[in-house]
């Protein structure tokens, strides 16, 4: 999983982050509110590891903000000292999946981001996606693009799955072979290819490309509105 920790103590990010790592995630750290809202807004992430008390702007709002606003259904594990039933039911109102007390074990850290992680995902992959002209149902990985049927292989779909979920936001290369391959892949020629299938084949069915090359940065689904 991809991982971002946002915790203003030291020694906790630290182990929480070489724990996870040595796990075998992709981790990213921030040690204040406004650096962890930046990052969770403009990269893509499994779950997020979320402290209450942080400089700059606190977890409540933090999360709140994810929501309300960025709209981001981001599974979140807060991680606090505050222990009360009032403090949890806050966590909760703001929008946190779960809630965790210090002083916590490593692996139960990562037992219950991998069960957020599992709940998204189902989630996720029982919605149909629409945006514009396009749709794709994933429970029969039937794919529609300006009322015409669109074929593709499993690699092509994977990738557009994930930039259909989050329509006009840019996905880098790292995040997309990350998530349709499992892992950054060797050289950029493999997503190259697979994107160049998918968008030839959207162009034959539609009459039009409706993913974006954000150069220097990745790639976006365009909403009517950019095209």
């Known amino acids: 999983m991809?991982?971002?920790i946002i915790e203003d103590d030291p020694a906790i990010a630290s182990n929480l982050y070489d724990f996870l790592e040595a796990r075998g995630h992709s981790v990213d750290a921030a040690a204040d509110g406004i650096t962890g809202l930046y990052l969770a807004?403009?990269?893509?992430?499994?779950?997020?590891?979320?402290?209450?008390?942080?400089p700059g702007a606190d977890g409540l709002t933090l999360c709140r903000k994810l929501r309300q606003e960025a709209n981001l259904d981001t599974p979140v594990l807060?991680?606090?000292a505050r222990d009360t039933l009032e403090?949890?039911?806050k966590g909760f109102d703001c929008g946190a999946d779960d809630y965790l007390v210090k002083p916590f074990a490593l692996k139960e850290v990562e037992a219950r981001l991998v069960a957020m992680h599992k709940r998204r995902k189902g989630k996720v992959t029982s919605r149909t996606?629409?945006?514009d002209d396009l749709s794709f149902d994933p429970k029969t990985l039937s794919i529609?693009?300006?009322g015409a049927s669109v074929k593709l292989p499993p690699k092509c779909i994977g990738l557009l799955a994930v930039i259909m979920d989050e329509p006009g936001r840019v996905f880098s290369r790292k995040e997309l072979e990350t998530e349709v391959w499992g892992d950054v892949q060797e050289t950029s020629d493999t997503l190259r290819s697979h994107m160049h299938e998918l968008r030839r084949a959207l162009t034959r069915a539609g009459g039009y490309d409706p993913i974006e090359?954000?150069?220097g940065l990745g790639y976006r689904l365009a909403t009517r509105a950019r095209t």
Request: hydrophobic share 50%; proline share 0%; charged share 20%.
């Open 144 to 146: 529609r693009f300006a």
């Open 87 to 89: 403090d949890k039911l």
């Open 41 to 54: 807004v403009t990269q893509r992430f499994d779950g997020i590891l979320l402290d209450i008390g942080l």
């Open 129 to 131: 996606l629409e945006t």
């Open 213 to 215: 090359t954000v150069h």
């Open 2 to 4: 991809h991982i971002l």
């Open 78 to 80: 807060m991680l606090t």
